[in-house]
């Protein structure tokens, strides 16, 4: 059974809904999600989990959310080598860079080694009927990759 991490950073409550959802995937699949917001968390606390999942949204054209810069300054100072995440989150299409603090910590955990096992999941706003299946389904994939290594 994969041991999964997920964090968030979200100000409106549409990236924590899709958190939740990525959860109940995980959840369903007969694995375990911890959920905890990037303030409350530290990133060296990815490393006590199989894999982590990190969703965060979208600030003006691109820019991290002030909830997850710790959390991102933090990913400096850990060894993510083959260590394995998955990303995801809101954002607003009218800008030119729509998710673009997605890529920036993508880019980030990458820096650090870590492999990026999924496309990221980038949803406008808060989730359709249709994008809570694909919510669910990535928690579920992601928790199949992990549970195959564990």
């Not at 999941?121 to 808060?126: F, G, M």
């Amino acid at each position: 059974m994969a041991n999964i991490l997920i964090v968030y950073a979200s100000l409106t409550g549409n990236t924590e809904e899709i958190a939740e959802l990525i959860a109940e995937g995980v959840q369903n699949a007969g694995h375990t999600a911890v959920l905890k917001s990037a303030e409350n968390c530290n990133a060296d606390e990815m490393l006590k989990y199989d894999g982590t999942m990190i969703g965060l949204y979208t600030w003006g054209d691109g820019d991290l959310p002030d909830e997850f810069l710790d959390f991102y300054d933090e990913l400096d100072e850990v060894d993510l080598s083959g260590y394995k995440v998955a990303l995801f989150g809101s954002g607003d299409t009218s800008y030119d860079l729509f998710c673009g603090a997605v890529d920036t910590a993508e880019a980030k955990l990458k820096e650090r080694g870590a492999i990026v096992t999924e496309p990221s999941l980038k949803i406008e706003y808060s989730p359709l009927d249709e994008e809570k299946k694909d919510c669910r389904a990535l928690g579920e994939r992601f928790a199949g990759i992990l549970a195959q290594v564990s």
